[in-house]
């Protein structure tokens, strides 16, 4: 019983990351390429930084939506044969 337990919450992490890595990483690339331009040319205005991340962010969406919620799909049917 608590084996079944450990393996959907490995499961669940393992989700969660497959989910959330595909935003955060392009993320993180251009957070860092946008300070490393703003030390560079002395321009701090923080809405550049923001407006870029959410554009990359909503791109990253628009292209890998359908794959993410197919992931997600598959984890709750999953959860659901289980309950059965």
Same mark, same amino acid.
Not at 4 to 30: F, K, N, Q
Not at 43 to 63: G, P
Not at 68 to 84: N, R, S, V
């Given at each position: 019983?608590?084996s079944? !337990?450990?393996? &959907?919450?490995?499961?669940? @992490?393992?989700?969660? /990351?497959?989910?959330? $890595?595909?935003? *955060? %990483?392009?993320?993180?690339?251009?957070g860092?390429?946008?300070?490393?331009?703003?030390? !560079?040319?002395? &321009?701090?205005?923080?809405? @550049?930084?923001?407006? /870029?991340?959410?554009? $990359?962010?909503? *791109? %990253?969406?628009?292209?890998?939506?359908?794959w993410?919620?197919?992931?997600?799909?598959?984890?709750?049917?999953?959860?659901?044969?289980?309950?059965?």
């Open positions: 019983m608590s079944d !337990v450990v393996d &959907i919450m490995r499961e669940g @992490l393992g989700v969660a /990351l497959r989910l959330t $890595v595909p935003l *955060l %990483v392009p993320s993180m690339i251009v860092i390429l946008i300070a490393i331009f703003q030390a !560079v040319t002395q &321009i701090h205005e923080q809405s @550049l930084a923001f407006i /870029l991340k959410m554009l $990359v962010s909503i *791109l %990253v969406l628009l292209l890998a939506g359908h993410m919620l197919e992931i997600l799909m598959d984890f709750t049917k999953y959860l659901f044969t289980l309950m059965m």
